[in-house]
T-cell receptor, first 112, second 112 residues
Framework: QQPVQSPQAVILREGEDAVINCSSS?????VHWYRQKHGEAPVFLMI?????EQKGHEKISASFNEKKQQSSLYLTASQLSYSGTYFC?????????????FGTGTRLTIIP | EPEVTQTPSHQVTQMGQEVILRCVPI?????FYWYRQILGQKVEFLVS????????KSEIFDDQFSVERPDGSNFTLKIRSTKLEDSAMYFC??????????FGSGTQLSVL
């Protein structure tokens, strides 16, 4: 049930665009995206909801593929501060309680 | 912005010893979680807690683990007899209902 992310790691120059993918074996009704800096806690970036609505970050967007088994995170005109490991989180609901299962992570390095 | 607070930030213990990791979630939050992250790996779900009881736990969360919310504000994770493989960063997280998780800054547990 753990989502698989791709790529595992990517290095970009400042100003370039990045795409990070999160794939699930089942259709997703929402996807959460978090960024973790080295030695720090994950920080919420955004939620992508089933209907395509997004809640979160101004300069970061996301989408689903047609079957809603993959979500892609788009980072436009990347900044040095975007460096970190990105995790998608897929909610699993049991008896009304929701937990997030995090993906394998994508390490993004932005260089000047 | 309100924060989830975790103490201690680092804990070193001998194998077989008991440890208690402490968390103060955000005051109006209802759902509480423990996650752990082995160095360089993904963030793994351990347990969720709602309405003063465990709502879900992972395979990792065996009989050596327990959680409590003793006084309505603190939320603790106890490991009764630590093993080498328990060495990891442990994150507490909380949320109101749906949507984003707020993570604490973590406790780095080292079992020697």
């Amino acid at each position: 049930q753990q989502p698989v992310q791709s790529p595992q790691a990517v290095i970009l120059r400042e100003g370039e665009d990045a795409v990070i993918n999160c794939s699930s074996s089942k259709a997703l009704y929402s996807v959460h995206w978090y960024r973790q800096k080295h030695g720090e806690a994950p920080v919420f970036l955004m939620i992508l909801l089933k209907g395509g609505e997004q809640k979160g970050h101004e300069k970061i967007s996301a989408s689903f593929n047609e079957k809603k088994q993959q979500s892609s995170l788009y980072l436009t005109a990347s900044q040095l501060s975007y460096s970190g490991t990105y995790f998608c989180g897929t909610p699993i609901v049991n008896f009304g309680n929701e937990k997030l299962t995090f993906g394998t992570g994508t390490r993004l390095t932005i260089i000047p | 912005e309100p924060e989830v607070t975790q103490t201690p930030s680092h804990q070193v213990t001998q194998m077989g010893q008991e440890v208690i990791l402490r968390c103060v979630p955000i005051s109006n939050h209802l759902y509480f979680y423990w996650y752990r992250q082995i160095l360089g790996q993904k963030v793994e779900f351990l347990v969720s807690f709602y309405n003063n009881e465990i709502s879900e736990k992972s395979e990792i969360f065996d009989d050596q683990f327990s959680v409590e919310r003793p006084d309505g504000s603190n939320f603790t994770l106890k490991i009764r007899s630590t093993k080498l493989e328990d060495s990891a960063m442990y994150f507490c997280a909380s949320k109101v209902r749906v949507e984003k998780l707020f993570f604490g800054s973590g406790t780095q547990l080292s079992v020697l």
